[in-house]
């Protein structure tokens, strides 16, 4: 069920909102109850025999948790996590890997038998590497174990479920358990609600209306040239950006409706002034989790090794070669490797985390081995540093989109004219589609509201901070509850239903 749907929003919806307000007077075991059925019965919705997966799922790391939280050892706790943590990865592999890498071993000759395939179930990534991550907090003493009410609800909540934000424990946990009043509330239905009607036009009016000439290009890299290749690779960078951003805020804006707060998703990414900025902004919960579970734990081990072997590992140790590779690079290389892997099973991903594990690592050495002076800081102007940073985002989404590492080459070679190929000028597009022909004031000027606007959360005051770098241009956009604010979602509201019948799914339903 899509967010963007007539179902989702005239019937899912409504019914959650009022059973919530109905229940909510009858105590935290029926509102909790009655949030964990519509959540379930929203992932079952899209192919009920996968709900089995979900519950089954959840059954399984609930269980797990017990056990870790009984066993009385160190060593009982660990085996305890390792046996569920591989039980779990074992069901990602064979439903997101496992087929592909048959298909593949077909393709190169190292079998002739055909595996056929499954269907990827929705959010598989997201749910799972949830329950790890709250495993790995409760062995390790940092999440305190929780009845299966609150567990259920943790997994399922719906706004969070498909697409993420990857929540964490010590997010939502204190906020199931806090003294709330019951049923709704004006002020988080006002608020919740604006978040939610920005999101959706940002996917349906923007997003929905640039992809198709993404989708046409990837579909045949190889008939189309440099001119029509930039039009579809920057199509693409608009269609991922409002797509993921639209998307997350709908999560945070429905999550808020039901006065929950999710952690922020979507921070400006394109404003950002360098890769590592650019990975505190985009997806910044999957950022976080690869710092919490993967980084971290690697940083941490060859930093012991590095001691047990008698050797530095302070700031000054970081700035030797052999240092900066074993401290930062490798650690860093593996979880941008694993971060690629995470997004699909093909080299195209492989490259695309790799890519970005380039990225990161000329990023950090330019910070510890050359930029520790301030001068040197200033030697690039802060538009220059923005639009190189924006260049790499876009070399890496190339991969990101491609259908193969063969297609992604193609394209990234009719970019600086290696190919020829045919133009979109005559190309048979959806209705409502921006014009193929010439589609550069519609690119130009989404990428100047991109860069010159703030974004959802600093409009709505959503931010930890009130510090912002549109101080003047927010004076004029702050949300406040009123007749103007109201009369304009009602009209971005009745535009974007005029439209959702073009709408297509999530980018990152895939993943």
């Avoid at 302070?314 to 971060?339: D, E, V, W």
């Avoid at 800081?377 to 990101?400: A, D, N």
């Avoid at 004076?475 to 109201?486: A, F, T």
Wanted: aromatic share 16%; with cysteine; glycine share 8%.
């Amino acid at each position: 069920m899509l967010f963007s749907s007539n179902v989702f929003l005239f019937i899912f919806l409504p019914i959650a909102l009022l059973g919530y307000q109905l229940l909510g007077r009858f105590g935290r075991v029926a509102v909790f109850s009655w949030l964990s059925a519509v959540s379930v019965f929203f992932y079952g919705y899209w192919n009920p025999k996968y709900l089995f997966l979900l519950l089954g799922s959840i059954l399984l790391n609930f269980l797990a948790s017990r056990l870790i939280a009984a066993a009385k050892t160190e060593g009982a706790r660990t085996a305890w996590l390792v046996a569920a943590i591989t039980a779990n990865i074992g069901l990602l592999f064979w439903f997101k890997y496992l087929f592909p890498i048959l298909h593949f071993t077909r393709s190169i000759g190292w079998t002739g038998h055909d595996f056929g395939s499954v269907l990827l179930p929705l959010g598989i990534s997201f749910f799972t590497f949830t329950q790890i991550a709250f495993l790995i907090d409760l062995k390790q003493g940092e999440a305190e174990p929780q009845d299966l009410l609150s567990y259920v609800l943790f997994v399922t909540f719906f706004p969070h479920l498909i697409a993420g934000p990857i929540i964490h424990h010590s997010e939502m946990m204190p906020q199931f358990t806090a003294q709330r009043h019951a049923g709704l509330r004006a002020d988080d239905l006002a608020v919740g609600t604006t978040w939610f009607i920005l999101g959706l036009a940002k996917k349906v009016l923007i997003a929905d209306r640039f992809g198709p000439i993404a989708d046409l290009l990837y579909s045949n890299p190889h008939g189309f040239g440099a001119k029509a290749s930039w039009i579809g690779v920057f199509c693409y960078a608009i269609q991922l950006y409002f797509d993921f951003s639209g998307y997350s805020d709908m999560a945070l804006g429905l999550a808020r409706m039901f006065s929950l707060s999710f952690p922020v998703n979507f921070n400006s990414p394109y404003k950002a002034s360098n890769i590592i900025d650019f990975w505190q902004r985009w997806h910044m919960t999957l950022t976080r989790y690869l710092n919490l579970y993967l980084f971290n734990p690697l940083a941490l081990s060859m930093t012991r090794r590095r001691m047990r072997q008698g050797k530095k590992v302070n700031r000054k140790a970081q700035r030797t070669l052999a240092g900066f590779f074993q401290l930062i690079a490798s650690p860093l290389i593996f979880t941008m490797f694993l971060a690629g892997i995470w997004h699909g099973a093909g080299m195209q991903f492989i490259l695309f985390g790799l890519a970005h594990a380039f990225y990161l690592t000329v990023n950090h050495a330019w910070r510890i081995f050359i930029a520790e002076d301030s001068r040197l800081r200033k030697l690039i102007p802060g538009p220059v540093s923005t639009l190189v940073t924006f260049s790499c985002v876009l070399v890496g989404q190339v991969f990101f989109r491609a259908n193969s590492a063969r297609d992604a080459f193609h394209v990234l070679g009719s970019l600086v004219g290696f190919h020829q190929g045919a133009s979109f000028a005559n190309a048979s597009l959806p209705s409502m589609t921006i014009p193929a022909n010439n589609p550069w004031p519609f690119i130009v000027a989404v990428f100047l509201v991109i860069w010159t606007l703030p974004n959802t959360q600093e409009i709505l005051g959503q931010t930890e901070t009130n510090e912002s770098s549109h101080s003047l241009i927010l004076s004029n956009l702050s949300w406040k509850p009123g007749l103007i604010w109201c009369g304009g979602m009602i009209v971005l509201i009745v535009a974007s239903l005029a439209l959702m019948f073009a709408s297509t799914s999530f980018l990152y339903f895939q993943f």
